[in-house]
């Protein structure tokens, strides 16, 4: 028999370090406030899977590896972010800012980038991580 996860309601960035601290690593399914700040975080190897992240800031964070595989963040910002080797496919992920992110590797077959913002984002490597 497969164990139960289970899902905490996360309200405020506070909280979400406090998990990140005890050593969770698996916020798959979980639904975020509008907003919450996520900048300057390591949250290298995340697992975000089908979350609800709407307009949420991971200005400075470092993703490599992140999975967003299906998971709802319109209205990101990532600006300066690394997203080496990050996961986004299936996502939404509307009217994002890709500013000055590290893009190298990051897989979006099916992600849906309506009115992103891509500024300095090395979009061939985006579309062909082999290049």
Do not use: W
Not at 57 to 72: D, E, H, I, V
């Amino acid at each position: 028999m497969g164990s139960v996860m289970l899902r905490i309601e996360i309200t405020s960035r506070e909280q979400f370090i406090s998990l990140k601290d005890a050593g969770q690593r698996d916020f798959s399914k979980h639904e975020f406030p509008d907003g919450l700040d996520f900048s300057d975080l390591d949250l290298d190897g995340f697992d975000f899977t089908d979350a609800f992240m709407p307009d949420a800031n991971f200005t400075r964070c470092s993703l490599k590896g992140a999975c967003f595989r299906s998971a709802n963040i319109k209205c990101a910002d990532f600006h300066r972010a690394d997203l080496t080797g990050a996961d986004l496919r299936d996502s939404l992920i509307d009217a994002s800012e890709f500013v000055l992110a590290t893009t190298d590797g990051m897989q979006i077959d099916g992600a849906s980038f309506y009115g992103a913002i891509l500024i300095q984002a090395d979009v061939q490597k985006l579309t062909n991580p082999d290049a």
